[in-house]
């Protein structure tokens, strides 16, 4: 029952690392689409909140039970497919951390360009495709890792 359970929040937990980025980079590139810079700086607000709350949550809860699950279903820590999803995982990590500072930086620059009644700066744009660009790798990576952990292929 326990191993059920656990699975059961490692596949929920995977599915919030999943859909909290999609819906967090949807949320943004609406926003920054509007060019409202009171728009931005309370979706971007909200977004930083979302990144603490579900995805760093996520983020702890996805190796814990993963190793949890590799020792309760007799698997080597060294198979070659889950050796790709570490990889993959710290390679997600990599482009995230930069992102959730970006994000917090994001929303600053927009809340003091709607205090002062200014258009969003030049450094708001280049911060922006600096989080669009980021974000590709990132979600092909987690997808790469849902294949993994679906197929189990021998690499």
Not at 8 to 19: D, I, R
Not at 70 to 83: D, F, K, N, R, Y
């Amino acid at each position: 029952m326990i191993d059920a359970v656990v699975k059961l929040a490692h596949v929920l937990s995977g599915a919030v690392l999943f859909g909290t980025g999609l819906g967090i980079a949807f949320f943004m590139v609406w926003a920054t689409r509007s060019r409202s810079a009171r728009t931005v700086a309370d979706v971007g607000r909200i977004v930083v909140v979302a990144d603490f709350l579900f995805t760093a949550t996520a983020v702890v809860v996805q190796p814990l039970s993963g190793l949890w699950l590799i020792h309760a279903q007799g698997w080597s820590l060294t198979e070659p497919w889950l050796l790709a999803t570490y990889v993959l995982y710290g390679f997600t990590g990599l482009c995230w951390l930069p992102v959730v500072w970006i994000q917090m930086r994001m929303a600053r620059l927009a809340e003091a360009a709607s205090e002062a009644g200014e258009d969003l700066p030049p450094g708001y744009d280049r911060l922006y495709w600096i989080w669009f660009a980021l974000g590709w790798p990132a979600f092909a990576a987690v997808i790469g890792i849902y294949i993994l952990m679906l197929f189990k292929p021998a690499l």
